[in-house]
């Protein structure tokens, strides 16, 4: 199965952190991507985990652990233009996304 | 270098024609994917295509259709459409054929079938 789960809304305070986590069936999946988009916008690259652990890049951290089909997104030092969805999408194999429904961030002064 | 293109970028259509919508990669990218993104499903994977070959294919009906040319650009086709394909559809290029490699999205078409 490819059951993706992801809270459907969150909302933090400007400065703040966040941490948005993504659960899926492990099974065919051999990493993971997590992409931003705004309303009415495509989809744009985050991050992405092939292996077990950490990845930092700037504010944007994702961590994954394939064993357990779970991730996360923390995002640090939120800012207003943080506001969008955060779509978790597990690799299905040469290229096949899939995504989750999102996690829709509001971000508040 | 310039990004992902797709046309046309809006699209009105009505029940049982068929539409054909073209994407261009970015400029040295093989891997084209095809997605479709509506409010009650989300982002939904329809095909991947590398070196003119469709490797990859997701759950939708035979209705949807697509080719990759020699220089790379794609099309995807819907014939018959129904009210329900009204969707924007996403096309993402890839630089590499494996499963290792970022997608960048282009900004879509918006597909409305009445």
């Known amino acids: 199965g490819q059951n993706i789960d992801q809270p459907t809304e969150m909302t933090a305070t400007e400065g703040a952190i966040v941490q948005i986590n993504c659960t899926y069936q492990?099974?065919?999946?051999?990493?993971l991507f997590w992409y931003q988009q705004h309303a009415g916008e495509a989809p744009t690259f985050l991050s992405y985990?092939?292996?077990?652990g950490l990845e930092e890049k700037g504010r944007f951290s994702s961590f994954l652990s394939r064993s357990k089909g779970y991730s996360y997104l923390l995002l640090k030092e939120l800012q207003m233009k943080d506001s969008a969805s955060y779509l978790c999408a597990p690799i299905g194999g040469y290229n096949k996304l899939i995504f989750g429904a999102g996690t829709r961030l509001a971000v508040h002064p | 270098k310039a990004g992902v293109t797709q046309t046309p970028r809006y699209l009105i259509k009505t029940r049982g024609q068929q539409v054909t919508l073209s994407c261009s990669p970015i400029?040295?990218?093989?891997?084209v994917s095809w997605y479709q993104q509506t409010p009650g499903q989300g982002l939904q994977f329809l095909f991947e295509?590398?070196?003119?070959?469709?490797?990859n294919k997701g759950n939708f009906p035979g209705r949807f259709s697509g080719r990759q040319f020699s220089n790379s650009r794609s099309e995807m086709n819907v014939s018959t459409l129904e009210l329900g394909d009204s969707a924007l559809y996403l096309c993402?290029?890839?630089?590499?054929?494996?499963?290792?490699?970022?997608?960048?999205f282009g900004p879509g078409t918006r597909l409305t079938v009445t």
């Open positions: 985990n092939v292996l077990d």
């Open positions: 993402a290029s890839s630089s590499q054929g494996g499963d290792s490699y970022e997608q960048y």
């Open positions: 295509y590398f070196s003119e070959t469709q490797r």
């Open positions: 400029s040295g990218h093989r891997s």
């Open positions: 492990t099974s065919g999946f051999n990493g």
